[in-house]
C-alpha cells in the first residue's frame, strides 16, 4: 500500500527556535500533500495544501510566514514552524494525495509531536 | 461550505456488541466521505469511503457504513467490537474527491471486556 512518512516523530525546543518537519510519500508520487495540526483531544484541522512546484495554499488564520512550507519534489513537503512558542505545541499529520486511475486518496503520516518549551 | 458532526464524543460497548458510531454531514455538492480510525500518538488509517457508488460501503476490520442521502448520515457499524477496536473515529467530508477533507470532531471509543 501507499506509505508516508515523518520525521522526526517527535521533536522538542526551545521557545524562538525554528523546526522542520518532513513528510515524504515512499512509494508513490504526489503532486499535493496537505499538513494538518492536531491538539489533543481535538481534531484534526488543515493549515494548508502543500503543491509541488508552487506556493502552498493556506487555510484562513494560518500564518504563512510562520509556517513555511516547501514542496520541492514529488515525494517530499517540508513544514518549518518559525519562532516557535508554546501555543505551538501539537501533533503535525501531513498526509500524501494519491491518483491512479478512479482512486483518489489521501495517506496520512504517523505523525510529528512538537513540543515547544 | 461543507461540515461534519459527529455526535458523541465518547461511545463506549461492550466486547462482542453492536458499535455504532454517527456522522451527519453538509455539503453543497454530492459527497465524497470517510471514516478514519486514529490509534494513540499515529496518523489516522482509512476504514472505509463513499464515492457515489454503493450506498453500503464495507470497510476493513469488519466496519461498514450506510450513506443515506435523505438523512444526510454516514454511520459507522460494526456488528461484534472487539478489543482491539478501542480507538479514536473521525468521519470526514471532501468535494471534488478526497482533496481538502473536512474532519468531524471524533468519537472515542472504548471497549469493555
Known amino acids: 500500500g501507499a506509505v508516508v512518512s515523518q520525521h522526526p516523530s517527535w521533536v522538542i525546543c526551545k521557545s524562538g527556535t525554528s523546526v522542520k518537519i518532513e513528510c515524504r510519500s515512499l512509494?508513490?508520487?504526489?503532486?499535493?500533500m496537505f499538513w494538518y495540526r492536531q491538539f489533543p483531544k481535538q481534531s484534526l484541522m488543515l493549515m494548508a495544501t502543500s503543491n509541488e512546484g508552487s506556493k502552498a495554499t493556506y487555510e484562513q488564520g494560518v500564518e504563512k510566514d510562520k509556517f513555511l512550507i516547501n514542496h520541492a519534489s514529488l515525494t517530499l513537503s517540508t513544514l518549518t514552524v518559525t519562532s516557535a512558542h508554546p501555543e505551538d505545541s501539537s501533533f503535525y499529520i501531513c498526509?500524501?494525495?494519491?491518483?491512479?486511475?478512479?482512486?483518489?486518496?489521501?495517506?496520512f503520516g504517523p505523525g510529528t509531536r512538537l513540543t515547544v518549551l | 461550505a461543507q461540515s461534519v458532526t459527529q455526535l458523541g464524543s465518547h461511545v463506549s460497548v461492550s466486547e462482542g456488541a453492536l458499535v455504532l458510531l454517527r456522522c451527519n454531514y453538509s455539503s453543497s455538492v454530492p459527497p465524497y466521505l470517510f471514516w478514519y480510525v486514529q490509534y494513540p500518538n499515529q496518523g489516522l488509517q482509512l476504514l472505509l469511503k463513499?464515492?457515489?457508488?454503493?450506498?453500503l460501503v464495507k470497510g476493513i476490520n469488519g466496519f461498514e457504513a450506510e450513506f443515506k442521502k435523505s438523512e444526510t448520515s454516514f454511520h459507522l457499524t460494526k456488528p461484534s467490537a472487539h478489543m482491539s477496536d478501542a480507538a479514536e473515529y473521525f468521519c470526514?467530508?471532501?468535494?471534488?474527491?478526497?482533496?481538502?477533507?473536512?474532519f468531524g470532531q471524533g468519537t472515542r471509543l472504548t471497549i469493555n471486556p
Open positions: 512509494d508513490f508520487q504526489a503532486t499535493t
Open positions: 470526514a467530508v471532501s468535494e471534488g474527491g478526497a482533496q481538502k477533507l473536512v
Open positions: 498526509s500524501a494525495h494519491l491518483t491512479i486511475g478512479p482512486i483518489r486518496e489521501q495517506f
Open positions: 463513499y464515492t457515489s457508488a454503493a450506498t
